[in-house]
């Protein structure tokens, strides 16, 4: 098994409710809870966290193949959002994810296979995909 990154996300708590500073190879930010729930609105909560690292893959997805096909689509813009229903066999979570390109950029054609594209981006298989989550207590 091979880890997908070569350092872990960390993440640190202290005693400023529900700040989390969350730390990556090169930087920092804070992560928080909006004050509805309890925070500071300091930083994203983890729902946005979550959506932004969808939104990021597909961008960054679509803008690969674009560039590889030379196609003139100067802007990519995805919003994303999600619901959760409660249903008689579990909570089932739907994620809406829009993609447009401003100005009309792209034919009929070049939509269609773009969003095949998003479809099969890495987060986006994550999220279609089964998702395991092993916790260990560190020493």
């Known amino acids: ?8 996300v960390r993440g640190t708590i202290g ?7 969350i730390k990556w190879r090169n930087g920092r930010f804070i992560a928080d809870e909006p004050p509805s729930s309890g925070g500071e609105d300091q930083g994203p909560d ?3 966290l979550l959506l932004s690292s969808l939104v990021t893959c597909t961008l960054v997805t679509l803008r690969m193949y674009i560039e590889r096909k030379g196609w003139e689509i100067p802007e990519i813009k995805v919003n994303a959002n999600m619901f959760q229903e ?18 009309n950029t792209a034919d009929a054609e070049q939509k269609k296979k773009l969003l095949s594209i998003a479809k099969n981006c890495p987060i986006s298989r994550i999220l279609e995909g089964e998702v395991k989550i092993r916790s260990f207590m560190m020493k």
């Open 1 to 8: 098994m091979q880890y997908k990154l070569a350092l872990p």
């Open 46 to 48: 983890p729902y946005t």
């Open 15 to 21: 005693t400023a409710k529900y700040q989390c500073t």
């Open 86 to 103: 409660k249903k008689e066999d579990g909570t089932h979570t739907i994620i809406d994810r829009d993609i447009s390109f401003p100005g």
